[in-house]
């Protein structure tokens, strides 16, 4: 079992910055992929970024590309979204969540573990 609790949500204007975390707690974490998720009001959940076991490689949905960073501690069992140049369409409540799968995947299935969102708004 793994637990997930994510932290950092919060309002903020358009082009403004969020850093996100995701502490977990159980099994050892540099075993499990991580991943971040999104879901805004009437809309399907996204995929956003997800980070290999050992954090050296990294994987982005294209709309967040070059403007969300995801990256791990291993040592503090933590998972990090670095948001920047924030745009009123990512609103949505963020998931973290882990994968015992020995890859990435952008797939929601093949995520056993989530945690329970933190809301992130962006105002125009």
């Known amino acids: 079992q793994v637990q997930l609790v994510e932290s950092g949500g919060g309002l903020v204007q358009a082009g403004g910055s969020l850093r996100l975390s995701c502490a977990a707690s159980?099994?050892?974490?540099?075993?499990?992929?991580m991943g971040w998720f999104r879901q805004a009001p009437g809309k399907d959940g996204e995929f956003v970024a997800t980070i290999s076991g050992s954090g050296g490689t990294t994987s982005y949905a294209d709309s967040v590309k070059g403007r969300f960073t995801i990256s791990r501690d291993n040592a503090k069992n933590t998972v990090y979204l670095q948001m920047n140049n924030l745009k009123p369409e990512d609103t949505a409540v963020y998931y973290c969540a882990a994968s015992s799968r020995p890859w990435m995947t952008m797939m929601r299935n093949d995520y056993a573990y989530w945690g329970q969102g933190t809301q992130v708004t962006v105002s125009s």
């Open positions: 159980g099994r050892t974490f540099s075993n499990y992929v």
